[in-house]
């Protein structure tokens, strides 16, 4: 593994890469699905420019941040550069940093209440984008933690299904928790509502993820290693 002081090499990021893929196809085979079903977002942040092109020279194009201005410094230049990257905000995003975040962004993974759909819905109107965006639902209820509660989902999913491009679901279920019963009420939430996206899973329990049936894996750390 690589330490949060050393950067990592051009072939030991392929090397991650490669075994990330191959893990997410077993795992997604074992629910009757492939690899191919299942995009995953390299989860770059925190690392540098440098780091990122490396899994740019690998062919790896799905990223995922959770900072938009970290991401406007990291990733204005590389997009031009690579124009078939897509660009997943995972973080929370504050209503203030909507329009920057739909300047830069192609997917958001993170819409957890109304004044935020609202946002979105008006700032992408102005300026002609209309992102696939996701419902962050706080399967565990945790104070701390963004999302809609498990009970309100159902109408802010129809609240939103007026405002946005609703693609599906994402949760990030607690630390001390098994992933399991947090990825199948997802599921479920999203069965109910008719929507095809499921975006759960990071390093530790991806695998879990994709046999279980998520649309997109969010990977930082079995990638990149180590946040220092
Ligand atoms: C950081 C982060 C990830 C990736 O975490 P790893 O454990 O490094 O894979 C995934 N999803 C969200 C929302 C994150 O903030």
Same mark, same amino acid.
Do not use: C
């Given at each position: 593994m690589t330490g949060p002081s050393m950067t990592p090499t051009a072939s030991q990021i392929a090397a991650h890469l490669d075994e990330v893929r191959t893990r997410i196809d077993k795992?997604?085979?074992?629910?009757?699905? *492939? @690899?191919?079903?299942?995009?995953?977002?390299? !989860?770059?942040?925190?690392?540098?420019?440098?780091?990122?092109?490396?899994?740019?020279?690998?062919?790896?194009?799905?990223?995922?941040?959770?900072?938009?201005?970290?991401?406007?410094?990291?990733?204005?230049?590389?997009?031009?550069k690579y124009p078939d990257v897509v660009l997943h905000l995972i973080g929370g995003l504050q209503t203030n940093k909507v329009g920057d975040a739909l300047a830069l962004f192609d997917v958001i993974h993170t819409v957890d209440r109304p004044k935020l759909a609202e946002a979105i819905a008006r700032l992408g109107g102005e300026l002609g984008v209309r992102p696939p965006c996701f419902i962050?639902?706080? *399967? @565990?209820?945790?104070?701390?933690?963004?999302? !809609?509660?498990?009970?309100?989902?159902?109408?802010?999913?129809?609240?939103c299904r007026g405002l946005l491009d609703v693609a599906g679901l994402m949760c990030i279920p607690p630390v001390d928790?098994?992933?399991?019963?947090?990825?199948?009420?997802?599921?479920?939430?999203?069965?109910?509502?008719?929507?095809?996206?499921?975006?759960?899973?990071?390093?530790?329990?991806?695998?879990?993820?994709?046999?279980?049936?998520?649309?997109?894996?969010?990977?930082?750390?079995?990638?990149?290693?180590?946040r220092g």
């Open positions: 795992a997604a085979r074992k629910g009757g699905r *492939t @690899g191919a079903d299942v995009t995953l977002i390299a !989860v770059s942040k925190t690392h540098p420019s440098e780091v990122i092109k490396l899994a740019l020279a690998a062919g790896q194009r799905h990223f995922g941040e959770n900072r938009v201005q970290e991401a406007e410094a990291k990733w204005a230049a590389l997009k031009a962050q639902v706080n *399967t @565990g209820e945790e104070a701390q933690k963004g999302g !809609v509660m498990p009970l309100e989902t159902d109408a802010f999913v129809t609240e928790d098994p992933p399991a019963p947090h990825f199948a009420l997802l599921k479920k939430f999203a069965r109910r509502n008719g929507l095809a996206g499921l975006s759960m899973g990071m390093s530790s329990d991806y695998e879990t993820a994709a046999e279980m049936g998520a649309t997109h894996v969010r990977v930082g750390s079995a990638i990149f290693g180590a």
